[in-house]
């Protein structure tokens, strides 16, 4: 059974131009979350996916926005790179009514690492 | 809005000792409180959950308390080992369907 997968894995981009960033849930998730993790510090969190739509958004620009497909992957878009968007990108999964609020396991993939230079 | 404060500074013991790392909220006590680690590079994994009306969870050689009147949690590690050194993330729920994260202690037990 794979678990969240992530890709790309590691990737480099110039400031101003535009990163997709794809993850694909663990089997018999439906749930989709996005989190940012600069150095040294914890993962903020982005948005969450559910039937297609975002749920719910935390404290970032609208240069982040993303979508999630029939089969519950998702896509995470940032456009016009700044180098402060230097970080791991991760993607969580879980399964809805059996996530956050029952306080069941969130999987979190290995994330992707993007570098704006 | 909720912050998390966790020792930023690394935690060092001996093998065989019990590490102990303190997560301090602000705010409003969550319904939820979980931990996870993270090694170089990876992702983060899921630990424990302790729920408000628990004061202590166990799960093998981990322990975790939650004190909603000091609004802190403690993480404990058995009988550690050079394998457990990580860093560990606390982490909350914020609204309905997401996480705050504290920054994280990193343990390093020496062999």
């Known amino acids: 059974d794979a678990g969240v997968t992530q890709s790309p894995t590691h990737l480099i981009k110039t400031r101003g131009q535009q990163v997709t960033l794809r993850c694909s849930p663990k089997?018999?998730?439906?749930?989709v979350s996005w989190y940012q993790q600069a150095l040294g510090q914890g993962p903020q969190f982005i948005f969450q996916y559910y039937e297609e739509e975002e749920r719910q958004r935390g404290n970032f620009p609208d240069r982040f926005s993303g979508h999630q497909f029939p089969n519950y992957s998702s896509e995470l878009n940032v456009n016009a790179l700044l180098l402060g968007d230097s970080a791991l990108y991760l993607c969580a999964s879980s399964r809805r009514g059996q996530g956050a609020l029952s306080g069941n396991t969130i999987y979190f993939g290995e994330g992707s690492w993007l570098t704006v230079v | 809005s909720q912050k998390i404060e966790q020792n930023s500074e690394a935690l060092n013991i001996q093998e065989g000792k019990t590490a102990t790392l303190t997560c301090n909220y602000t705010?409003?006590?969550?319904?939820?409180l979980q931990w996870y680690r993270q090694d170089p590079g990876r992702g983060p994994v899921f630990l424990l959950l302790i729920r408000e009306n628990e004061k202590e969870k166990r799960k093998e050689r981990l322990k975790v308390t939650f004190d909603t009147t000091l609004k802190q949690s403690l993480f404990h590690i058995t009988a550690s080992q050079p394998a457990d050194s990580a860093t560990y993330l606390c982490a909350l729920y914020m609204g309905r369907r997401a996480l705050t994260f504290g920054s994280g202690t990193r343990l390093q037990v020496q062999p």
């Open positions: 089997s018999g998730h439906d749930t």
């Open positions: 705010n409003y006590s969550p319904a939820y």
